[in-house]
């Protein structure tokens, strides 16, 4: 275990407007918060692991699968419009005060990204250590079709290209490469959330995931990971 002190977050509010009680459904047999805790327990470089929620039965579920404490949010935390950085300073600060520790890292596991493996959590977490950064990221590529220069907007009921250039760009060959989160893992130092006050920025690296993963947010992706995490294809 690394000597840093670094701590697991786990962000499972109980309200879920696509997905009802969407943290505590099922994939695979097992719970989205217990596959959250699972990973991050068994990753050797995180000291504790902590869930962050509004909910009693989404608290429950997180310690009864293994983590090490459950911190519970403040209404405006637990709102549809409450900032990941916000839950994620409020829960770093309260664990500070509750092990009387200062932690010097963090990873951010979302629940709705069950595919996530727990070399996912290390590589994005030993990449910020080793080399003294203070963000990554787990990413995945874009498919081409889903690019800026693919991407359409409708005004005045006519289809417009979003992408100055759109008009041109039809082969994907031609199509520069794109990512965009995935959802697996976010990896901070304490300075990145205290002084830069973001999670994301232009200094933030990369971790570029090229197999098939899901961040469920709709029914079908539910039961996408469901199926996929049953046949092993993650």
Known sequence: MS?????????????????????????AGKSLIARAVSIAKDCKMINKVIVSTDDNEMAEEGMKHGADNCIIRSDILASDLALSIDVWRD??????????????????????????????????????????????????????????????????????????NGINNTLRQTIPNYYHRNGLCYAVSRKQIFEKNNIVDNFSVPIIIERNVVNIDDPFELKQADWMLKNKLN
Do not use: C, Q
């Open 91 to 164: 829960a770093w600060l309260k664990a500070e005060e509750l092990y009387s520790l200062r932690f010097d890292f963090s990873v951010l596991l979302e629940p709705t990204s069950p595919l996530r493996t727990v070399e996912d959590v290390e590589l994005t977490l030993s990449k910020i250590i080793k080399e003294k950064l203070d963000s990554a990221l787990t990413v995945s590529p874009t498919p081409a079709h889903f690019t800026p220069n693919k991407t359409l907007m409708i005004e005045n009921g006519k289809l417009k290209f979003y992408h100055n």
């Open 3 to 27: 000597d840093n002190l670094t701590f697991a977050l786990i962000p499972a509010r109980g309200g879920s407007k696509g997905i009802p009680r969407k943290n505590i459904r099922e994939v």
